[in-house]
């Protein structure tokens, strides 16, 4: 966007590529009409599976060059951090909206590649899915790739639905969310159940709606 004078002239806008070993790249040099307001452009960037596992940089430049008079050179590059994992970690028990009954359950990871080199996975768990809340905790495993658990070291509330996610560990912000929900009901037979409004969106419906209004 450009908010200033607008000439036609044209400027060069730059992509360059940081890898995780630290070298950089330039992806692309394009020539472009100065922007007389606002306009947008589209960059497939791959990945290349051998390469690029771990914190990759993006920094794009508006008049890479500097041809155009400005007063602030300053603002026209942008960067994002993308952090590209070898594998993720999915929930596998108990199951996804699923009743239990026993205290000593324990939480079951599956990693998406079963040959994968051993590293740290992080659980976190609470009583809502926006996990905000006081109650939730944060437990850390190191495992190969695979099967692997984790123990929540709480005592389960009776009726209570609890939300759990699982990722592979990585830098703030990068993180890889798999989630799934389960109740806990001590006198009840093992079996599934909706008790949450969250659990509810996971719903399809015809012909009824799911009422989002308050008293």
């Not at 592979?168 to 929900?181: D, E, I, R």
Request: charge should be negative; proline fraction near 5%.
């Amino acid at each position: 966007m450009n908010t200033g004078m607008a000439p036609a002239d044209s400027i060069t806008v730059e992509v360059k590529r940081t890898y995780p070993d630290g070298t950089t790249e330039v992806l692309h040099r394009d020539r472009v009409r100065g922007t007389q307001y606002s306009d947008s452009m589209s960059y497939n960037i791959p990945v290349v599976a051998s390469r690029d596992k771990g914190l990759n940089k993006i920094i794009i430049t508006v008049d890479a060059d500097h041809e155009a008079d400005e007063l602030y050179e300053t603002n026209n590059t942008v960067s994002k951090d993308v952090y590209i994992f070898e594998d993720e970690a999915r929930p596998i028990y108990p199951y996804n909206l699923s009743i239990i009954n026993d205290q000593n359950t324990k939480l079951v990871v599956s990693s998406a590649n079963a040959f994968a080199v051993s590293r740290e996975y992080i659980m976190e768990l609470d009583t809502t899915e926006l996990f905000n809340s006081p109650s939730k905790v944060t437990r850390t495993v190191t495992s190969s790739g695979g099967v692997f658990e984790f123990t929540p070291g709480i005592t389960f509330t009776d009726s209570t639905v609890y939300y759990w996610r699982v990722s592979p560990s990585a830098p703030v912000g990068s993180l890889v969310w798999n989630k799934s929900s389960f109740v806990y009901l001590p006198s009840s037979e093992v079996g599934f159940n909706q008790s949450h409004l969250y659990q509810h969106f996971k719903s399809t419906y015809s012909r009824i709606s799911l009422d989002l209004c308050f008293p």
